[in-house]
C-alpha cells in the first residue's frame, strides 16, 4: 500500500482565488464604459484601452506595492553640509509617474483640442489609480493648478505647456531646462488647517514687478520635489496666491526647506512635508487680498480628483472582492452563488456604479465649462459629491475587505493598502464639514446652483417615484435649513444621492437603480451593506465582476 504524500498535500494550495491580473480595468468596467461613452464617445474608451490593460498588469500591481513598501526619504543636507532637501522615491514611484504622466492624465487637457478631454482624462486617472493611489496626488495638483495659473497671463504662458506635457521629467532643474514639470500646493498651515485666512507666512515685495520674498511655515505640502508650488501669503492687501518654483532660473534652490515628511496612515509613497520659508522667492498671482479667490479654481479641480479617486479605491475594492467570492468556495458551494454574498457584492457594486456615474458627469461639466448651466451644476455638485462620495468610501472599502476573511486582512491582498487610503480624499481639500458648508454658502450666495440642481434631478422626473418623493423632501429640508450649519451635512446628503439617483434611473440598468433608490433613498434603511430588498441580484454581481482576457 502507498503512503499518502502528505507532503505534497499539505504544500499544495487549493480553493484560493487566483491572482487578479490581466484584466483591463477600463473596458471590463462596464459602468465605466457605459459613462465614458454618454458624456464623451466610444472612441474615447477605445483610446483608454491601453491605459486600461497596463493598470490591470501583474506589472503594474507590483510596481503599486513595491512603491507603498519602500517610502520616499528626505535627505536636508548632502555630505559636505549644504542644504539639499532632497526626497528620493523608489523607482516603482517613478515607474507609475511616468506613465501617468505619458498618458495625459496630469494637466494635459487644458491644452487639447478635444471637447472630451478631461471625460477621458477622469476616465483615465480612475482607472490608473487602480496602480497605486499615492503618486496621484502630484498627478492631481500639477491638472489643478493651470486653470489658476490663469489669473496671470505670463506665468500661464510659462508654466502651463510644462504642466501640461507629456513627459516626466524629475529632478531639480530650471524649468527652462525640462521637458515637463509638476505643480504642487502650500496652503494650510499649523495654526489654522482650512482656515486660510488665519495663515501668518508674510509676502514681502521685493520689486515692482511682483517678485515678493515669504517667510513661515506650511504645514501640508505635498510633493516636495515637484518644481513650482502656489502659496497662499500674508501680503499688506491680505492674503494672496503666489507662484514658487522649486529652483530658480540660474539653477540656484529657491529656499524651500524642508522641515520633515509627514508620517502618515496611509498614502505612503507619496511625500508629504512641512516647509520652511525664510526669504524664498514667490511671483504674485492675482491681486494681493484676492488669493483665496485665486487658488479657488485649484482647490475645485483638486476636489473632483478626490472624487475620482475615491471612485477608483471603490472600483478596486470591489474588484478584489468580487473575484474573490467567484473563486473561493464554502460550505459546499462558491461564495458569489449564497444569497448573503450576493446581496453584499450587489451592494458594494450599486455603491460603485453610482459614484462612476456622478464622477464622469462631473467631468464633463468641466468640458463644457461655459455652458451656464454646467458651470452652476459643476460649482454646486463639485462640493456634494466630494463630501458624500470620500464619505462613502471607507465603509464600503472596509465592507470589501471583509468579504475575503482574514486574506483581506494581509499585506499582500493589497486591500490594507486600499482601507488606509480610503479616508484620505475626505480629509483632502476640505473636510466632510468644510464641503458642507461650501453647499451651504453656494445655495445662499449664487441662486443659479440651486436652479441647476433642480433641472438635472428633474431629467429623471417620473422615472422613479422613490426618486422623487426624496428630490420632493430635500427641497423641503433646504427651505427648512439653509443657513443653519447644524444640518448641513444631512442636506448635502441628499443632495448628492438624489443626483446619483437621478443619474442610475436615467442610464443605469433598472436593477441597479431599483436597489439603489430603494436602498439610498427610501425611507427605513439603516445604511448596512448587504441589505438589499432586491429578489434578482445576480445580474448585478455578474456586470461588476472583474473577467480577464
Same mark, same amino acid.
Given at each position: ?20 491580473? *490581466? ?9 465605466? $464604459? ?11 474608451? &477605445? ?25 520616499? %526619504?528626505?535627505?536636508?543636507? #548632502? ?42 482624462? /477622469? ?51 530650471? /524649468? *527652462? ?22 495663515? $501668518? ?25 515637484? @518644481?513650482?508650488?502656489? $502659496? ?6 491680505? +492674503? %494672496? ?8 532660473? =540660474? *539653477?540656484?534652490?529657491?529656499?524651500? @526647506?524642508?522641515?520633515?515628511?509627514? @508620517? ?13 520659508? =525664510? ?17 479657488? &479654481? ?50 458594494? /457594486? ?9 464622477? +464622469? ?6 468640458? #463644457? ?27 464600503? $472599502? ?11 486582512? +494581509? ?27 461650501? +453647499? ?5 450666495? &449664487? ?25 420632493? @423632501? ?76
Amino acid at each position: 500500500m502507498t503512503a499518502p504524500n502528505l507532503a505534497g498535500e499539505l504544500r499544495a494550495s487549493t480553493n484560493q482565488a487566483p491572482p487578479l491580473v *490581466g484584466h483591463n480595468v477600463v473596458t471590463a468596467d462596464e459602468a465605466l $464604459v457605459e459613462a465614458v461613452t454618454r458624456h464623451a464617445s466610444a472612441e474615447v474608451v &477605445e483610446e483608454l484601452a491601453a491605459l486600461g490593460a497596463q493598470a490591470g498588469s501583474a506589472e503594474a500591481r507590483e510596481h503599486g506595492m513595491l512603491a507603498n513598501e519602500h517610502h520616499p %526619504t528626505l535627505t536636508p543636507y #548632502d555630505r559636505y553640509g549644504n542644504r539639499i532637501d532632497e526626497v528620493a522615491f523608489h523607482p516603482s514611484w517613478h515607474w507609475l509617474m511616468e506613465r501617468a504622466v505619458g498618458h495625459g492624465l496630469a494637466a494635459a487637457p487644458w491644452e487639447s483640442d478635444s471637447p472630451h478631454a478631461h471625460v477621458r482624462r /477622469a476616465a483615465g486617472f480612475m482607472a490608473w489609480s487602480h496602480t497605486e493611489p499615492g503618486h496621484g496626488c502630484p498627478i492631481s495638483m500639477t491638472y489643478a493648478a493651470v486653470p489658476a495659473l490663469r489669473a496671470d497671463d505670463a506665468l500661464a504662458k510659462e508654466w502651463t505647456p510644462l504642466l501640461a506635457s507629456t513627459s516626466y521629467d524629475p529632478g531639480l532643474r530650471p /524649468a *527652462g531646462e525640462k521637458r515637463g514639470a509638476l505643480a504642487g500646493m502650500g496652503m494650510t498651515e499649523k495654526q489654522g488647517g482650512s482656515d486660510v485666512r488665519a495663515n $501668518v507666512t508674510r509676502a514681502v515685495p521685493t520689486s515692482s514687478d511682483g517678485d515678493y520674498s515669504l517667510h513661515g511655515h506650511k504645514w501640508f505640502t505635498s510633493a516636495p520635489m515637484n @518644481d513650482v508650488f502656489l $502659496v497662499l501669503a500674508q501680503a499688506e492687501g491680505g +492674503v %494672496t496666491c503666489f507662484v514658487v518654483p522649486r529652483v530658480l532660473p =540660474d *539653477g540656484s534652490r529657491n529656499r524651500l @526647506d524642508v522641515v520633515r515628511l509627514k @508620517d502618515k496612515l496611509g498614502n505612503r509613497s507619496n511625500a508629504s512635508s512641512e516647509l520652511e520659508l =525664510d526669504g524664498t522667492l514667490g511671483h504674485r498671482l492675482g491681486d494681493e487680498g484676492r488669493g483665496v479667490r485665486t487658488i479657488i &479654481e485649484m482647490v475645485a479641480a483638486t476636489r473632483l480628483d478626490c472624487v475620482l479617486g475615491s471612485t477608483s479605491l471603490m472600483r478596486r475594492s470591489l474588484n478584489e472582492a468580487a473575484w474573490h467570492v467567484a473563486h473561493r468556495s464554502a460550505f459546499g458551494s462558491l461564495l458569489a452563488d449564497k444569497p448573503l454574498m450576493q446581496n453584499v457584492v450587489a451592494d458594494l /457594486a450599486v455603491e460603485t456604479e453610482a459614484a462612476t456615474a456622478l464622477a +464622469v458627469r462631473l467631468a464633463a461639466a468641466v468640458d #463644457d465649462a461655459s455652458d451656464p448651466h454646467e458651470a452652476a451644476l459643476r460649482r454646486i455638485a463639485l462640493p456634494l459629491a466630494k463630501f458624500w462620495v470620500c464619505k462613502r468610501t471607507p465603509g464600503m $472599502v472596509a465592507e470589501a475587505l471583509e468579504c475575503l476573511g482574514g486574506n483581506g486582512y +494581509v499585506e499582500e491582498s493589497g486591500m490594507p493598502l486600499l482601507y488606509r487610503e480610503a479616508p484620505l480624499n475626505s480629509v483632502w481639500e476640505g473636510s466632510g464639514n468644510v464641503n458642507a458648508l461650501d +453647499v451651504l454658502r453656494a445655495l445662499s450666495r &449664487e441662486p443659479e446652483v440651486l436652479a441647476a440642481w433642480i433641472t438635472e434631478v428633474g431629467l429623471a422626473r417620473g422615472g422613479d417615484a422613490r426618486l422623487d418623493r426624496a428630490v420632493d @423632501d430635500t427641497l423641503a429640508l433646504l427651505g427648512d435649513t439653509a443657513g443653519h450649519e447644524g444640518s448641513a451635512r444631512r442636506l448635502a446628503g441628499r443632495m448628492a444621492a438624489c443626483l446619483q439617483g437621478s443619474l442610475l434611473v436615467r442610464f443605469a440598468p433598472a436593477e441597479v437603480a431599483d436597489a439603489f433608490c430603494a436602498s439610498r433613498l427610501a425611507e427605513g434603511h439603516d445604511g448596512t451593506y448587504g441589505a438589499l430588498a432586491s429578489a434578482d441580484l445576480q445580474p448585478i454581481v455578474e456586470r461588476h465582476t472583474p473577467t480577464i482576457g
